[in-house]
């Protein structure tokens, strides 16, 4: 047998799932967006291939 606190917290657990199921929902269709393209630049490409110098003094 479960001990009397854990029986409760099912019955909680179980009462809130019945308010969120009786509460109405209204989903809203949301437009499809379109797949993001990068638009890469000669600008772009130059950095890409650019490298990091430390210079300390």
Same mark, same amino acid.
């Given at each position: 047998? =479960? $001990?009397p606190?854990? +029986?409760e917290q099912i019955r909680r657990r179980e009462q809130e799932e *019945?308010?969120?199921r009786e509460q109405p929902r209204l989903e809203l $269709? =949301? $437009?499809m967006s379109a797949p *993001?393209?990068?638009a &890469?630049?000669?600008i772009d490409a130059d950095d890409?291939?650019?490298g990091v110098? &430390? +210079?300390d003094l």
């Open positions: 047998m =479960l $001990p606190f854990i +029986i *019945r308010v969120e $269709p =949301l $437009p *993001r393209r990068e &890469v630049s000669a890409v291939n650019r110098i &430390v +210079i």
